[in-house]
């Protein structure tokens, strides 16, 4: 039997980068209405704007994965740190959440971090073009 099922079925779970911020931005509008950092009201309106259990936990699964990205050398290169506020981080992380493989091993998923950092490089210079025509 299969030790870890359900993190099976949450690495197949996709989403698009529009998906993935539409998301990250109506809960952290919900959070600041709601004067919390409670992790699990943030996760009831994670559960909330996806209606569907699976895709929530999709969802929390690749944000922390991407948190656990903040631990290597290259995030400097795509964060902006305000000595007196929170870190910045730019749009191309949050493509690249959405976007890259979601491994996982006996008790974990996490993204590789070239893999990662690829996608975010790559999707950093298409929001440059995008925003170059607007």
Not at 81 to 94: A, Q
């Amino acid at each position: 039997m299969e030790r870890w099922p359900k993190i099976r079925r949450l690495v197949k779970v996709e989403f698009t980068p529009h998906e993935f911020m539409s998301c990250v931005n109506t809960i952290e509008e919900k959070m600041r209405r709601a004067r919390s950092r409670d992790p699990r009201l943030r996760l009831e309106f994670i559960g909330e704007h996806f209606g569907d259990v699976e895709k929530g936990m999709a969802f929390s699964a690749r944000m922390q994965c991407m948190m656990e990205m903040h631990s290597s050398p290259r995030i400097a290169a795509f964060t902006q740190r305000d000595p007196n506020g929170p870190t910045v981080s730019r749009m191309g992380l949050f493509h690249a959440a959405a976007l890259a493989p979601l491994h996982y091993d006996d008790d974990h998923q996490f993204f590789d971090e070239k893999e990662f950092f690829d996608i975010v490089e790559l999707e950093e210079k298409a929001l440059i073009v995008e925003n170059k025509g607007k």
